[in-house]
């Protein structure tokens, strides 16, 4: 067992599998991957980047000559979501990048998801196509239309085997319904509906229908200079298709209820923890501002993620959280110069594993970290193609602070604050996790695997 590892989930020993994206030798803004995504059965893996691209990969299947090696993940389908715009009312152009994708439940063959950029919701169907029809009477084989006149019999056109296509095709476009930057998406449990959040509005939808959105969320005050803060992240409840929940700039969360009124301004709880006096500074309010908001598989919790510390709330109680896990607390003494590099406003994600027993969220120097909610212990990993060997067991790293610097340990001051791990998914039934550094996807999975 490698020592400080512990039995976090039961002694799990994470694995090099995969690193997909090209070295780091002439990285275009566009390669950068903004948002990681595991489809519900983990078969396939979705990433979207700045360039407005999406790339599909698949898990192929196990190879029977290695019954014990799971399928590695290889690209399904790649193709353009989004193209940069421009509003002219505004004078603004609108960026292509991916700010999120949600995949459906699958359904039939086809699979579906959403994608989003900072104005316009997709909705992009992913089929496979190993058939094409021929023998049509009005068509010859080139698909050019026939002279009626020249037809004298009749076909039964056939389809004939060809060579496996997989389309993506947009098959709903939902726009011009934000003023503001789209934050989230969230696809309700009911499947009939989402919801996409701005900085100040949160709009429902029903997949069906493009041009029209109910505003179920409107924070903007009458006079935008009292405006004191800003939505910054909202999910459905998993399994109660009323209920969802925002976090703001704040630091807040709030839970709403759909039943109660049409416009949800008035929330049902308000999840929020008492601020210590002893610890305000001028960074409390930037570095107390929410960036993610997560249910657990089970919806009896929410997590949240701000620029220090990931908390676990219990619904059932709103005034503080039942735990909270420091991610790089040794970051303290650096807010000054995080702010002047504006590393301050990074937004990092955090996501459950299967069983909601382990936590994982990202951090600076292409470090992720692992935290046991059992055990209460937490592990630091890193994504980098030096240990990049297929099989190779991740070595827990450590941060030191000031003081004597062990052979094994990284000082907090030789930390890349360019390279961070804001995004990151987890396998939903396995212990297979992606994450996303810069250009790069790494993909890692337990050694009993």
Known sequence: MIPGLGNLMQDVLWCFS?????????????????????NHT???????????????FQREQESKNQPHRRGEYNVYST?????PEFDYLKSLEIEEKINKIRWLPQQNAAYFLLSTNDKTVKLWKVSERDKRPEGYNLKDEDGRLRDPSMITSLRVPVLRPMDLMVEATPRRVFANAHTYHINSISVNSDYETYMSADDLRINLWNFEITNQSFNIVDIKPANMEELTEVITAAEFHPHHCNTFVYSSSKGTIRLCDMRTSALCDRHAKFFEE??????????SEIISSISDVKFSHSGRYIMTRDYLTVKVWDLNMENRPIETYQVHDYLRSKLCSLYENDCIFDKFE???????????????NNFFRMFDRNTKRDVTLEASRESSKPRAVLKPRKVCVGGKRRKDEISVDSLDFSKKILHTAWHP???IIAVAATNNLYIFQDKVN
């Open 42 to 56: 983990g078969e396939l893996l979705a990433t979207g980047d700045k360039g407005g691209r999406v790339v599909i």
């Open 79 to 83: 193709f353009q979501s989004h193209e």
């Open 429 to 431: 039934s396995e212990n």
């Open 350 to 364: 955090c996501v459950w594993n299967g069983s909601d027993s382990v936590i994982m969220t990202g951090s600076y």
């Open 274 to 283: 008492p601020e210590d006096p002893s610890n305000r500074s001028f960074f």
């Open 18 to 38: 995969q690193v997909k994206g090209t070295i780091d030798v002439g990285v275009t803004e566009a390669d950068i991957i903004s948002t990681v995504e595991f």
